[in-house]
């Protein structure tokens, strides 16, 4: 791993060198001031003040305070461990928190649609792109980036992959957000070696995981199925692969399409998959769970988040060994494997906006990301150019299965415009019906019929409630 | 006359120093309780959006929203789950709170460092409990699953089956807040005296003669007082349920105020979640005030 340097002892002394006029300092001798700095450098540096102001003039973030927050996933829980390298390096004082998704996305729907100071930096969560973003409570990030002085050409601003921008535009072509991770939904089990001594192989399609799920499930006492009960996000390509949507035709014509006999069929074959298959009360589980039960082994396999499938081929994962991958499966209709973005913005009522950029940029970093990659194993980049990488796909390369490939795949699938649905600004109501109606059958509490009637009728009201006029 | 002038002045004087005196409270418990509750209602009569801070001051339809919540079947389905919630948790609460209260009614210091242990579900953070329960409610984890299990009686999921999953949180409610029922009801046996229950003794009363006759008439009025406290405190229920269900299976275990936030805070729509909270402040009211007569009614009573 690499260590951190202390950038804060060397600008000092650096700082305190051109201070005394010694303009002939060689290199060994600054290198030598610099390590006796670093053990001596609070006393040295509060003890004369012209160095504590040389510092200062060096570090153009210093006096900033930063309010940076995002919902707890693997990259802002990585990119904790490196703020500090910010923070010495520029001066500024970070305030960072990672609350958990459903806390964060309520908490700064508010705070965003008040227009308040209270944040700097702001993740932009998916399926509130369409309004937050809408709303005009973002700001452009173009001007930033096109701006020579603000962003240097080598941070590459046309790297990030264009599956991951797009959702981050308004209408006019704008950029609000640059992407930290691209979600996306494969296919991954923890014990591919009990899918192949039942002679089968990672199913391609609806039909094969079906057989594969007889085939499986409760072999070594596990469960052949898990997944996590955000429906409104983990249905979905199941629904699509029917042939049906959420939407008549998004973002256009917002009519709910929930009640379709392609709705109904993915409704029922995916509660069937989780009544037949799943661990007990599958549809409490969250996707803590859900990962956890993977890495022990208690479950086989999953439809889910990239990131949180590669965790299973992980050091500290029992089923390291036995892991395996696989694009999402195809339905009758074909393959539409859910991908999504979350990207870091600026909300307009921020006071510190050139400093917020300056975070994003060093967070967005080739660099930044790239030691993401190298020593935390963060895999859910955005960035082509360490996407193909050669370490990067070693990297990927789990029991001889390259989930590079996979992933790339897949952001390209998703950049033809099925996740369209997602970025509406009222899919979070509808989100949550979804949720509901797939409880209402897995819970056999309805028929996929009626929970998806209800669910449509259900809908309907809460998106006239929103003054969408249907 | 002169007197009674002075007198008079004086009592108008010292009134007046009170009401001055009691002013600057009088005025912040106003902008803190006031305030906000007027707040709630006026929003409710307006259809805001968060998208749209505009709709804050449109008040073309002002009950508009109340309207809706009479033909919306979640919100409906909300009330009649809370109506059992409550009703399933405050039953429980008094039996259990009863019946604890009777056991350790006597002096031991065994009993009250019991009695100690019992109080501490009440004290504990209510996000504690409810993470708590979760951990026994999830079958993989649960040590009350494996325990089931490993006697050959295997439970399915209590909080993923519609059928159980109200009833599970009505078993955690009743465990969090039963101590509050024993506390009062201990405090209320204490206080009884002894000379009826030797009398009653004396002409040959059993045990259940004893409790039906003599001990359960004179904590009648504080079990009143508690179930309501506890009715109220029902409506409020939210962490329990945020955190085990969510609401779910379906709508299964989705309470008024469950939806009320949902309604807010996921979806932005403030003015509908706020109408549905102003309905939820009018019920409260009421029981309030049902507290206050019956409180009345057992004082003249004594």
């Known amino acids: 791993m690499e260590k951190p340097v202390d950038r804060k002892a060397e600008a000092s002394v650096e700082d305190a060198v051109q201070q005394c006029g010694d303009d002939v300092v060689s290199p060994a001798r600054r290198r030598f001031l610099a390590s006796g700095a670093a053990a001596g450098g609070t006393t040295l540096v509060s003890g004369f003040p012209f160095i504590a102001r040389a510092r200062a003039a060096d570090k153009p973030l210093s006096g900033t305070t930063l309010n940076v927050s995002c919902w707890s996933a693997p990259y802002p829980k990585y990119l904790a461990d490196y703020i500090p390298e910010f923070e010495q390096a520029t001066g500024a004082k970070v305030n960072y928190e990672t609350p958990s998704f459903p806390i964060y996305n309520q908490r700064i729907d508010v705070e965003l649609s008040t227009k308040g100071t209270a944040y700097d930096v702001l993740n932009i969560t998916f399926i509130y792109a369409g309004r937050w973003i809408g709303a005009g409570w973002f700001e452009p990030l173009d001007g930033y980036m096109n701006d020579p002085k603000k962003t240097p050409a080598d941070w590459i601003p046309n790297d990030f992959l264009g599956g991951t921008t797009a959702s981050m535009k308004d209408k006019n072509g704008r950029l609000y957000g640059i992407p930290w991770i691209a979600d996306v939904i494969m296919s991954g089990a923890a014990r591919a070696d009990l899918i192949h001594k039942a002679g089968k192989r990672m199913p391609e399609t609806f039909d094969e995981v079906g057989t594969v799920m007889k085939a499986v499930h409760n072999q070594d006492g596990i469960p052949g199925f898990i997944i996590d009960n955000h429906y409104g996000w983990t249905w979905i390509p199941w629904l699509q692969g029917f042939g049906g949507n959420v939407f008549r035709d998004p973002p256009g014509d917002l009519m709910p399409t929930l009640d379709t006999p392609e709705a109904i069929a993915a409704a029922d074959f995916f509660a069937n998959l989780l009544t037949s298959y799943g661990p007990n009360g599958v549809i409490s589980y969250t996707y803590d769970q859900v990962v956890a039960a993977l890495k022990q082994g208690r479950a086989n396999w999953s439809p889910n988040n990239e990131t949180f499938l590669v965790q299973m081929g992980a050091a500290d994962s029992k089923v390291a060994s036995t892991c395996d991958f696989a694009l999402f499966p195809a339905g009758p209709k074909g393959r539409f494997p859910a991908v999504s973005t979350h990207a870091w913005g600026i909300p307009v009522g921020s006071k510190n906006k050139d400093a917020a950029w300056e975070f994003i940029k060093w967070a967005m970093s080739k660099e930044m990301v790239g030691r993401m990659v190298r020593e935390k194993g963060y895999t859910s980049i955005t960035r082509r150019s360490l996407i193909e990488q050669a370490d990067f796909k070693q990297k990927l390369m789990i029991n001889g299965r390259d989930v590079a490939k996979i992933y790339l795949d897949t952001v390209e699938l998703g950049a033809s415009g099925y996740m369209k649905y997602r970025t509406v600004p009222v899919y979070p109501q509808v989100d949550k019906e979804i949720d509901i109606a797939i409880q209402n059958v897995a819970s056999k509490q309805m028929s996929a019929k009626e929970a998806m009637q209800k669910a449509q009728a259900n809908a309907v009201t809460q998106l006239r409630r929103s003054g969408i006029k249907l | ?302």
């Open chain 2, 1 to 302: 006359m002169a007197a009674s002038t002075g007198s008079a002045g004086r009592a108008w004087n010292r009134s007046h120093a009170f009401a001055l005196g009691l002013a600057p409270a009088l005025v912040v418990l106003a902008a803190i309780t006031l305030g906000p509750a007027i707040y709630l209602v006026v929003t409710s009569l307006t259809p805001l959006n968060l998208v749209d801070p505009k709709s804050a001051l449109d008040f073309s339809h002002p009950l508009g929203n109340y309207r809706d919540a009479l033909t919306d079947s979640r919100f409906l389905n909300s009330v009649w789950v809370q109506a059992k919630l409550s009703v399933a948790t405050v039953v429980l609460q008094l039996a259990a709170g009863l019946a604890v209260a009777l056991l350790l009614n006597a002096h031991s210091r065994v009993l009250e460092a019991i009695r100690t242990a019992f109080l501490i579900p009440m004290v504990l953070p209510p996000i504690v409990v409810a993470v708590i329960w979760k951990v026994i409610y999830t079958p993989d984890v649960s040590p009350l699953h494996r325990a089931l299990a490993a006697i050959g009686l295997p439970l399915g999921s209590l909080i993923t089956n519609a059928g159980t999953a109200i009833w599970a949180i009505v078993v955690a409610e009743t465990w969090e807040w039963f101590p509050f029922t024993m506390l009062m009801t201990l405090a209320a046996l204490q206080m009884i005296p002894n000379d009826p229950l030797e009398a009653a003794a004396i002409d040959g009363a059993n045990r259940w003669q004893l409790f039906r006759y003599i001990v359960l008439p004179y904590v009648r009025p504080t079990l009143v007082v508690c179930g309501l406290f506890r009715l109220i405190d029902s409506i409020k229920a939210f962490p329990l349920i945020y955190v085990l269900t969510n609401g779910g299976p379906g709508t299964a275990t989705e309470v008024t105020n469950y939806y009320g936030f949902v309604q807010a805070f996921n979806f932005s729509y403030w003015g509908y979640g706020s109408a549905i909270a102003t309905m939820m402040v009018a019920g409260v009211f009421l029981l309030s005030l049902l507290v206050g007569r019956l409180d009345r009614g057992v004082g003249n009573r004594d």
